[in-house]
């Protein structure tokens, strides 16, 4: 009797972890993280696209990680410093931990990134960079690769950041977006990148998202359809849903030619 039931035991204890791992693959979400770099002159911009190019991209090609994506502002600030952002999506926070270690033992980085990793004190590559981690969406677990024929230098690739007043409306406007906002502007053809929840920022709480469109035209017709479909003009009415995005910051940007988005 004794042996039986601990065989029993035995059995629903796999069976429980079996469905549990089960469980947890299929809520797998993606992690993300975005580096922008600030820049000060042409000089920096010039240096940044070999070594984003020629070695740091392929670097994390090698590292596993399949696509990386390299932006630029369609319009450089008139006010404010000229950037470049950097898209790195990870399966899990692992990796965020064991990416350096990788590109540190990657001889070929070191070489072709010489300029980058060893440049002086007085002429650095970039001026500052902001790192920013985020988690996909529960409803959007995964990130996109859009699919265009346009020139990349005409595409808009608009990357938005939502803030909340307080956790829980910022809580709320996440929500919003895993129970139809999302669905709606992949319906629309928006063709996100990704939609995320940022765990880690200069800005919290927030989130933010990357659509992409084929042209500028392209960006302001879907953005027409989104305001006066019938599904967006009933969900900003809920009532738990107003009042949750408390400032937004917008990038409208192109790819570079070597970037994997």
């Known amino acids: ?108 980085y070191q070489e072709e990134g010489r300029d980058y990793i060893q440049a002086a004190h007085d002429q650095p590559p970039y001026a500052r960079i902001e790192s920013i981690l985020l988690k996909a969406f529960e409803a959007t677990p995964e990130y996109g690769v859009p699919e265009f024929e346009t020139p990349r230098s005409g595409r808009v690739y608009e990357l938005r950041s939502y803030e909340g007043a307080t956790e829980q409306l910022y809580e709320r406007k996440v929500e919003m977006f895993n129970k139809g906002e999302s669905e709606l502007f992949i319906n629309l053809g928006f063709q996100p990148i990704f939609f995320g929840e940022v765990i880690s920022g200069a800005h919290m709480p927030n989130l933010m998202y990357l659509t992409t469109h084929a042209t500028s035209e392209a960006q302001e017709k879907n953005w027409d359809a989104f305001r006066i479909h019938p599904d967006w003009l009933k969900m900003k009415e809920i009532e738990r849903y107003l009042n949750t995005v408390s400032g937004s910051t917008k990038y409208l940007m192109y790819p570079t030619a070597y970037s994997d988005f």
């Open 1 to 108: 009797m004794t042996a039986f039931k601990n065989s029993a035991i035995a059995i629903l204890m796999v069976t429980m972890a079996v469905l549990f791992s089960s469980f947890k693959e299929n809520n797998k979400r993606d992690y993300y993280q975005l580096k922008i770099y600030t820049l000060e002159t042409e000089g920096q911009e010039a240096r940044m696209d070999r070594f984003l190019e020629k070695a740091y991209l392929p670097a994390l090609h090698r590292a596993g990680i399949k696509e990386v994506g390299v932006f630029k502002p369609i319009e450089k600030p008139a006010d404010e410093m000229n950037y470049m952002m950097v898209f790195i999506p990870l399966q899990n926070l692992h990796q965020v931990e064991k990416l350096g270690e990788k590109l540190s033992a990657d001889m070929v």
